[in-house]
């Protein structure tokens, strides 16, 4: 089970929203480029790496600082929040992303996710972000009419190979996960599943490291490491 650091980015920092609030924000680092550095400096070797500014809007905002991390960085990075076209695409994979992860295009656009995944097959990954039985988009604003389980269905049937589960409801909030309904996902689905959300502590890791799923990839974790709640080093272990 992977330990991914997140590095989200607001106004060219490193920040954490509290439940995806942009009235809630917290500043860590000026400096996103150190931020990933000391990560993989403790042993991370996959980076998830999202454009707050691009998830809020819709176009992204931080393109030259995200490539100039995974320029930077030998740990695989994934890159999301904002990407709405191919050439975005293009521009990060080219940059030397190991994938992309969309979000509310995947869901406003089904045809051209179709299109997407033909294209570039792995290298999507698909977001599902949801609070409580319902799955939300356009940066966790605005409530779709599908449940994650359903949303899950169709991206299966799709082709896509791998999805962040993010429980928007725990997000920033260091309550710790929802095993029960992460456990609920993973059963709905055979692809690979990175879950997000509320990790406060290694006895979270250890929970999820006790699910019995070959699916379960990672897990995203930011807060907690960003507050000291969590040691990344302690967390990778654990995962091992």
């Known amino acids: ?7 989200d980015i607001l106004k060219g920092k490193v920040a954490r929203l509290y439940q995806g609030d942009f009235n809630k924000e917290k500043f860590y680092s000026d400096d996103p480029c150190e931020t990933a550095l000391t990560w993989q400096k403790k042993g991370a070797n996959f ?7 691009g998830a809020k809007s819709g176009q992204i905002k931080n393109k030259d600082l995200i490539a100039d991390i995974i320029k930077n960085v ?11 076209s191919e050439k975005d ?20 656009d089904i045809d051209y996710l179709k299109k997407l995944v033909s294209r570039f097959k792995e290298k999507i990954v698909v977001s599902i972000d949801f609070a409580g039985e319902k799955v939300v988009k356009k940066g966790w604003q605005e409530e779709t009419d599908m449940s994650p389980e ?7 049937e799709i082709g896509v190979m ?8 725990l997000d920033g909030t260091l309550e710790g996960p929802n095993i029960q309904r992460l456990k609920k ?3 709905s689905t055979s692809i690979s599943v990175i879950a997000s959300g ?5 006895d979270d890791i250890k929970q999820l490291k006790e699910i019995e799923t070959e699916n379960l990839e990672g897990v995203i974790i930011g807060r907690a490491l960003y507050e000291g709640k969590i040691d990344l080093e302690a967390a990778i272990g654990a995962a091992k």
Request: glycine residues 12%; aromatic residues 4%; negative net charge.
């Open 162 to 169: 791998t999805i962040v589960a993010t429980d928007t409801s």
């Open 89 to 108: 695409i293009e521009y990060f994979l080219e940059a030397g992303a190991m994938r992309v992860v969309l979000g509310t295009k995947a869901f406003e």
């Open 47 to 53: 980076l998830h790496i999202v454009d707050l500014d």
């Open 185 to 187: 996902i993973l059963a």
């Open 150 to 156: 359903d949303a899950i269905g169709r991206m299966q």
């Open 1 to 7: 089970m992977l330990i991914i650091p997140a590095i």
């Open 198 to 202: 509320g990790i406060s502590g290694l």
């Open 74 to 84: 030998n740990a695989a990075c994934e890159v999301g929040g904002g990407l709405r």
